[in-house]
């Protein structure tokens, strides 16, 4: 498994129990997307290496750093939140039921 895969398959492992449920809570304009759109995009074999990428360079690294000021955490947040995001949304579009 390449490491692409592997982060893709981190980040969906969790992504059915509700850790993401509550990211778009945060978001200031809400995404005028439906979730089996998104779960299209990123479920292909390049979505995967995309968001897989994207794991890995917002999620799989430290966000708080000692020494980083408060926006630089803020940017770090704000991008893992993306991720998560995606990540509900392919979640529901596989089970819009939340069952």
């Keep these: 498994m390449s490491k692409t895969d592997e982060a893709f398959a981190r980040l969906m492992q969790n992504a059915d129990d509700g850790l993401f449920d509550n ?44 020494g980083a000021d408060a926006i630089t955490h803020g940017i770090r947040q704000g991008q893992a939140n993306a991720v998560f995001w995606i990540a509900d949304q392919i979640a529901q579009a596989h089970n819009p039921e939340g069952e």
Excluded: C, H, W
């Design 23 to 66: 990211v778009e809570a945060t978001f200031v304009a809400k995404p005028d997307v439906e979730p089996e759109a998104v779960a299209a995009v990123f479920n292909s074999p390049v979505g995967r290496q995309v968001l897989g990428a994207m794991y890995r360079a917002f999620v799989d690294v430290s966000i708080v750093e000692p």
